[in-house]
């Protein structure tokens, strides 16, 4: 799709949707687990996907899970997924991986971190400030990682 009177050859860069996917919260140790007064270690996973869903239509989500332990004991599991629903259109190909693997993280992130400091201040504990994510740094590490990973293959296959 073009605006009216836009070349053919624009780039578009669009949000169309954003919403959280999924979300839980497990306190396995309520209610018990309120009389605890120790400052708990708190955990962060991350990670992010993207799909296509149709022509120049693509779904990114965000994962962030997030788990409270005292000792052995867990406080509080928080999952939350954020996805978001892109119009990508007229970019390079080269381009796509890092704007579906950094530019459209790095939107849905502050309403995943929102998302989890809400559920858990919800669940009666103090929120969890999730610290800002470069997912540039990500991106860069995963390709690092994949360039590592298929070096060993071509030498073999030599």
Not at 88 to 110: Q, R, W
């Amino acid at each position: 799709m073009t605006q009216e009177g836009a070349p053919n050859n624009v780039p578009v860069f669009s949000i169309e949707k954003i919403y959280v996917k999924d979300i839980s919260l497990e306190m396995p140790n309520a209610p018990q687990i309120f009389l605890e007064r120790d400052t708990p270690q708190i955990e962060v996973q991350l990670s992010n996907d993207s799909q296509t869903i149709d022509a120049g239509i693509f779904q990114t989500t965000v994962s962030v899970t997030v788990t409270a332990k005292l000792e052995d004991k867990t406080l509080f599991l928080v999952e939350v997924v954020e996805a978001g629903i892109f119009r990508l259109e007229n970019i390079p190909a080269t381009d796509m991986p890092y704007v579906l693997g950094v530019t459209c993280p790095g939107i849905l992130f502050p309403y995943a971190r929102e998302a989890v400091s809400d559920l858990v201040t919800r669940a009666g504990f103090p929120p969890v400030m999730l610290n800002p994510v470069n997912f540039e740094v990500l991106y860069q590490q995963r390709l690092q990682e994949a360039e590592a990973q298929a070096a060993p293959a071509s030498a073999v296959t030599q």
